[in-house]
């Protein structure tokens, strides 16, 4: 059991659908982070909360859009889609933003954009 | 800059046999060293981590990695593959960079067990 929950498991949308991702974790980590990851290939970092504070924008597109309500929950906003967008979103945390502080992660959403 | 290379996207080992997985790091500073394990439809669970200290370092599930400076490798390896070994390997490495810390992730090891 991860201690990181994702909602949904799996999505499927439109291009012009406006939809959200949610994320969880009660472990008291202060820093959150969203992945994206296509089939065979690492997850690749979008954002960074650390502290609610977002810390990092990996130059992801617009259409994409972060937000951390409070330090346990880490939403990510989805509009206009493209179907390249279709991949596996991964929610992660850790203790504190630091390069030693390993990560936990969430299993994931599956997304599809039709 | 920071970047990792693992060596073979697939290895394939017979139940029982040793599993090596291999990893290569570059960083201008001192790193940080990470193993995570990918089941399939899951994220990313942590086998490992070096930091500082021993260079010898033991994980779940039987796992173990060392950190070897001279040869930049931080390989992975386990004295008796299990069915359940079967999974994606990602090995990571971490600089201390204030402001600005980012994992960089290799591309990943599938590993197969043959029974």
């Known amino acids: 059991d991860t201690e990181v929950t994702q909602t949904p498991k799996h999505l499927v949308m439109g291009m012009t659908n406006k939809k959200s991702l949610k994320c969880e974790q009660h472990m008291g980590h202060r820093a959150m982070y969203w992945y994206k990851q296509k089939a065979k290939k690492p997850p690749e970092l979008m954002f960074v909360y650390s502290y609610e504070k977002l810390s990092i924008n990996e130059s992801v597109p617009s259409r994409f859009s972060p937000e951390c309500p409070n330090s346990s929950l880490l939403n990510l906003h989805l509009h206009a889609l493209q179907p390249e967008d279709s991949a596996l979103y991964l929610c992660?945390?850790?203790?504190?933003?630091?390069?030693?502080?390993?990560?936990?992660f969430g299993n994931g959403t599956r997304l599809t954009v039709t | 800059a920071q970047s990792v290379t693992q060596l073979g996207s697939h290895v394939s080992v017979s139940e029982g046999a040793l599993v090596l997985l291999r990893c290569n790091y570059s960083?201008?500073?001192?790193?940080?060293l990470f193993w995570y394990v990918q089941y399939p439809n899951q994220g990313l669970q942590l086998l490992l981590k070096y930091t500082t200290g021993a260079t010898l370092v033991k994980g779940i599930n039987g796992f173990e990695a060392e950190f070897k400076k001279s040869e930049t490798s931080f390989h992975l390896t386990k004295p008796s593959a299990h069915m359940s070994d079967a999974a994606e390997y990602f090995c990571?490495?971490?600089?201390?960079?204030?402001?600005?810390?980012?994992?960089?992730f290799g591309t990943g090891t599938r590993l197969t067990i043959i029974p």
């Open positions: 992660a945390s850790s203790q504190v933003w630091t390069s030693d502080s390993p990560l936990h």
């Open positions: 990571a490495v971490s600089e201390v960079d204030f402001g600005n810390e980012k994992l960089t």
């Open positions: 960083s201008s500073v001192p790193p940080y």
